[in-house]
């Protein structure tokens, strides 16, 4: 079985459109797919794929109150069977260590041909060990700048995630990790082919086993949201950056045009391959099926798998998760460094983001008047 997880580096980039019409595709293909929303918290692959959940998800799952079996549900779909995720059950929002490693088992115990992972926004350390389930996962962005700089901040993390795995306590390579992350300055300027050339120094042995992990590491880009073809640049953009700052192969496995049945196929509640399939953006993602079945599987060694699914392995994780500020600064460094973001394009980012805090700062407001309002009229009463 594969395992394709599909990611973004923020949300509203078009993730669960792709996953949903994907796995239709790859079942009219003849092969047997199960597809898992893992958005916890936000659960909506359900509306993509036009199926009414049940009872059972993965929240009734981890709360031990359903089997895993019965969790899968058929779909009308040929071949394409589902596991809901939940964003009723208060703080389900991400796994815990153990709930992580119990689900990951039964995910591995699944008879299909590919089992697609919608994963949720963001880089938790959660989200970057389910993208490393295998070293062809996708990642879902858009031409925006914002788009563009979290998609390639994902894969930064990614990077330093299998960093961490690999280098283990007690190495000298783990040593030399912790000494570099006590200099800020030194992590924010950082780019992963110099750091492997000194970490060659100190560990070679563990160094050589990173090399071979990044050789297997092969994430795969898809561009949604295009307007105009100019628009496909910013993949080839983010391609560059990987291949400077990270050491890294990026394939770019293709792009969507942005199409306004997706919304009406939405409200059909209805997948857009369904609802159109000769429209432009049911062939867009015939296009990278025919992709996802042409390429030769990947996958990483025994080891390094057992280590992303142990429960010891995530709670190192969460030792090093102070330093996604500074890997942060880092990939907005090496996006303006290498020429890929603009001084203009910068400015535009600053300019969008202090309208989006002003818009809340506004609602806020608003919202404290009808409090202060309504709380008075009881008040008289």
């Known amino acids: 079985m594969q395992i394709l997880p599909i990611a973004s580096g923020k949300g509203g980039v078009g993730k669960s459109l792709l996953s949903a019409n994907l796995a239709i ?66 703080g389900l929002t991400t796994l815990k260590a153990a709930q992580k490693t119990k689900l990951l088992r039964n995910f591995h115990s699944i008879d299909a041909d590919f089992l697609i992972l919608d994963l949720g926004a963001g880089t938790h350390q959660i989200i970057l060990d389910m993208f490393l389930q295998s070293p062809q996962g996708i990642l879902v962005t858009a031409p925006t700048v914002t788009a563009t700089l979290d998609g390639y901040l994902f894969l930064k993390n990614s990077v330093f995630r299998l960093l961490n795995t690999t ?4 190495t000298s390579g783990h040593a030399y990790l912790e000494q570099l992350k006590q200099n800020s300055d030194a992590m924010k300027s950082i780019y992963i082919p ?30 949604n949201m295009i307007d105009d073809p100019k628009d496909a640049d ?4 983010i391609r560059n950056s990987c291949s400077q700052y990270l050491g890294m192969d990026l394939e770019y496995l293709g792009l969507m045009y942005r199409d306004q049945l997706q919304d009406k196929a939405l409200s059909s509640r209805l997948p857009v391959i369904i609802y159109k399939p000769n429209c432009l953006l049911s062939q867009a993602i015939y296009r990278i099926a025919e992709k996802v079945l042409a390429a030769e599987p990947r996958k990483f060694d025994d080891e390094f798998t057992k280590a992303i699914d142990s429960a010891a392995s995530f709670m190192q ?13 880092s990939g907005l460094n090496d996006l303006i460094g290498s020429g890929q973001l603009s001084t203009g394009e910068l400015i535009d980012m600053i300019k969008t983001q202090a309208y989006e805090i002003g818009q809340l700062r506004k609602e806020n407001n608003l919202l404290k008047s009808k409090i202060v309002k309504a709380a008075s009229q009881g008040f008289r009463l």
């Open 317 to 329: 994780a969460e030792e090093d998760a102070n330093e996604d500020y500074n890997l942060k600064l």
């Open 25 to 90: 595709a790859l079942g009219q293909a003849g092969k047997k797919v199960v597809l898992a929303d893992l958005d916890l918290g936000a659960s909506n692959l359900h509306l993509a794929l036009g199926h009414n959940v049940k009872n059972n998800s993965i929240g009734t799952y981890l709360t031990d109150k359903s089997s895993f079996q019965s969790i899968i549900e058929a779909t009308e779909y040929e071949n394409v069977s589902f596991i809901a995720g939940d964003s009723q059950i208060p």
């Open 167 to 170: 280098f283990k306590r007690g």
């Open 234 to 237: 910013r993949a080839q953009r």
């Open 194 to 223: 110099k750091l492997v050339d000194n970490l060659f120094a100190v560990d070679p042995v563990n160094t050589a086993l990173f090399k071979t992990r990044m050789n297997q590491f092969k994430p795969r880009l898809v561009m």
